[in-house]
């Protein structure tokens, strides 16, 4: 059973910095690609970040403020998140490739299975 917990979440003010971890049980993260997304009240989900390996994905629009990382001996992926402004407000979410599509790093089709996400919230 895959099971991915996402935390790390929570408030901030404009400006400052957060890191979300995803916890994975059920898979090996360092076979797989992993993605961070978030999604907005009224918006679609969007993809911000991915990983598998030593290869990384990030959003043009978010390069030089967000990485992501992993931790192979925890299973376990990050997502950095620095200079936040109001409109990184969403819950974000982290997701699981088994191989199965492919849509792109970046696209929510690619992904199989998703955690609970965790609310980021900033604040002027």
């Known amino acids: 059973q895959v099971q991915l917990v996402e935390s790390g979440g929570g408030s901030v003010q404009d400006g400052g910095s957060l890191r979300l971890s995803c916890a994975a049980s059920?898979?090996?993260?360092?076979?797989?690609?992993m993605g961070w997304f978030r999604q907005a009240p009224g918006k679609e989900r969007e993809g911000v970040a991915a990983?598998?390996?030593?290869?990384?994905f990030i959003a043009n629009s978010l390069t030089g403020r967000f990485t992501i990382s992993q931790d192979n001996a925890k299973n376990t992926v990050y997502l950095q998140m620095n200079r936040l402004n109001a409109e990184d407000t969403a819950m974000y979410y982290c997701?699981?490739?088994?191989?199965?599509?492919?849509?792109?790093?970046?696209?929510?089709?690619?992904?199989?299975?998703w955690g609970q996400g965790t609310q980021v919230t900033v604040s002027s």
């Open positions: 059920g898979v090996t993260i360092s076979s797989m690609y």
């Open positions: 990983i598998r390996g030593r290869t990384t």
């Open positions: 997701a699981a490739d088994d191989g199965g599509r492919w849509h792109g790093p970046l696209s929510k089709e690619t992904y199989t299975y």
